[in-house]
């Protein structure tokens, strides 16, 4: 069971599971769109844009300054550089992304356009679990050095002082309001899946027990079935049929699994587990193509030991490595990179397949959630409730323009209580 079909994106089976380039829809005023009704909110009007537009000469010069503030700001501060995951060439290609965005900023136009792809920015800080408080916090530290910018520039002339400080704080609401409508976004989907959750926990719960033993039944015929063909001289046709139902058994089993999984619920049991172990065990469980090679990563090779319930996590990995395999087809490269950092495990799991088609990225924990024409859109959503479950995160990680495929980051905490993971 798993979500994504990466190849092939737009392929979709039911209008509930269209994909759809995400837009905000929240209507703050009927027959406005949200973008109109919070800039006459603010009053920023043509008027505003121009006067953005004659300071940003002014105050382009001062981009370099005003960025390594703002990454020298992140870098202090551990709850928010823990979303900088990419090191040193993240940090850099930031800052090329935050120079276009300042001009951006600046010389508009704010239009429709303008409003859609600082969207998409936001949600991109949402998909990396960047914790709110720094998206304001951060906003707030720009728009102090733009402050500063203007009255240095433009301290002989207290009108067009006043009016450009004023526009300057106008589109920065904008932003921020922009930027909070997208975890706000988030919030709504998230809730959206626990309630799609808790519906078919109840449905599964009756559903799986009574499919559970005929299932058994199945699998245990098909057990004695080829135990006479193998004394009987098999039959090639008869044999291939076998292996078909039993194929299908286990992928319906694992599908009650899933199912049972969700409608218990139940709170994680931790326990002292080596990552190998759980890896290993996940890797048995997932049948992956012979030709889809997995490796794991740990620091100078040693073992790490996680603090996890160990059937949860391994659950989790098994959802990965099936979406990972089905990703490569028949050939392909699964790594897990495990790390420690202070109190706290990552678990990377990337492959080299396609990768994750951006119009997708947004919605693929939501639960109900699938492009594949035989998948159920729990894979993701089960793998996200049990890490939170853990006070951990499972983020898909941003595309990396120098590799394919796709990079899921999993961070779990040796015990819920560790600060910053409420
Ligand atoms: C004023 C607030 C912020 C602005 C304007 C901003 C701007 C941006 C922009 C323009 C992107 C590129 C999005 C894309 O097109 O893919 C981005 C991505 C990102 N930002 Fe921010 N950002 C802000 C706050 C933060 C903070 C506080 C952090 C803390 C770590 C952060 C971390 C990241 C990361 C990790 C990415 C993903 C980059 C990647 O593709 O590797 N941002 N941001």
Not at 348 to 374: H, N, W, Y
Request: with cysteine; hydrophobic share 40%.
């Amino acid at each position: 069971m798993t979500d994504i079909n990466r190849a092939d994106g737009q392929r979709v089976e039911s209008e509930r599971r269209r994909v759809d380039t995400p837009v905000i829809r929240t209507k703050l005023v009927p027959g406005q769109t949200f973008f109109e009704t919070i800039k006459e909110y603010v009053g920023f009007d043509d008027n505003s844009t121009a006067l953005l537009r004659r300071f940003h000469p002014m105050a382009m010069g001062e981009f370099p300054r005003i960025i390594e503030d703002f990454y020298a700001a992140i870098q202090r501060h551990p709850g928010a550089s823990a979303s900088i995951t990419g090191g040193t060439a993240q940090i850099d290609r930031l800052k090329q992304t935050l120079v276009n965005w300042l001009h951006g900023l600046l010389l508009g136009p704010h239009d429709e356009a303008y409003f859609e792809k600082r969207a998409r920015i936001g949600r991109v800080h949402v998909g990396i679990a960047l914790p709110q408080s720094y998206m304001l916090t951060a906003m707030n530290r720009i728009r102090v050095q733009l402050a500063d910018v203007a009255r240095d520039r433009l301290f002989d002339d207290a009108a067009t002082l006043v009016a450009t400080t004023r526009a300057m704080h106008q589109i920065m609401d904008l932003e921020l309001a922009i930027m909070l409508e997208t975890y706000r976004e988030d919030l709504l989907a998230k809730n959206r899946t626990t309630e799609r959750l808790a519906t078919i926990g109840q449905f599964a719960a009756g559903i799986g027990h009574e499919l559970r033993n005929p299932l058994g039944v199945i699998e245990s015929s098909v057990y004695l079935l080829r135990q006479h063909l193998t004394r009987d001289s098999p039959e090639p046709r008869v044999v291939r049929h076998l292996d078909k139902i039993a194929a299908e058994v286990q992928r319906s089993s694992k599908t009650i699994t899933e199912l049972l999984e969700l409608a218990r619920n139940r709170s994680p049991h931790r326990q002292p587990v080596g990552v190998r172990a759980l890896i290993e065990a996940a890797t048995g469980d997932s049948h992956l193509p012979e030709g889809v090679k997995l490796t794991t990563v740990t620091p100078s090779d040693a073992d790490i030991t996680l603090n996890v319930d160990r059937d949860q996590l391994a659950r989790v990995l098994v959802n990965l490595f099936i979406n990972a395999g089905q990703a490569l087809g028949s050939s392909g490269q699964i790594v897990v990179e495990a790390s420690r950092n202070d109190e706290t495990t990552m678990l990377r799991v990337r492959d080299d397949g396609p990768g994750v088609p951006v119009q997708v990225r947004p919605r693929i924990f939501e639960a109900l959630f699938t492009t594949k024409s035989r998948g159920t859109g729990l894979g993701l959503a089960l793998c996200r409730r049990i890490v939170e479950a853990h006070g951990g995160t499972i983020v898909l990680e941003p595309e990396d323009p120098k590799r394919r495929g796709a990079c899921f980051l999993i961070t779990v905490p040796d015990d819920d209580e560790f600060p910053g993971t409420s």
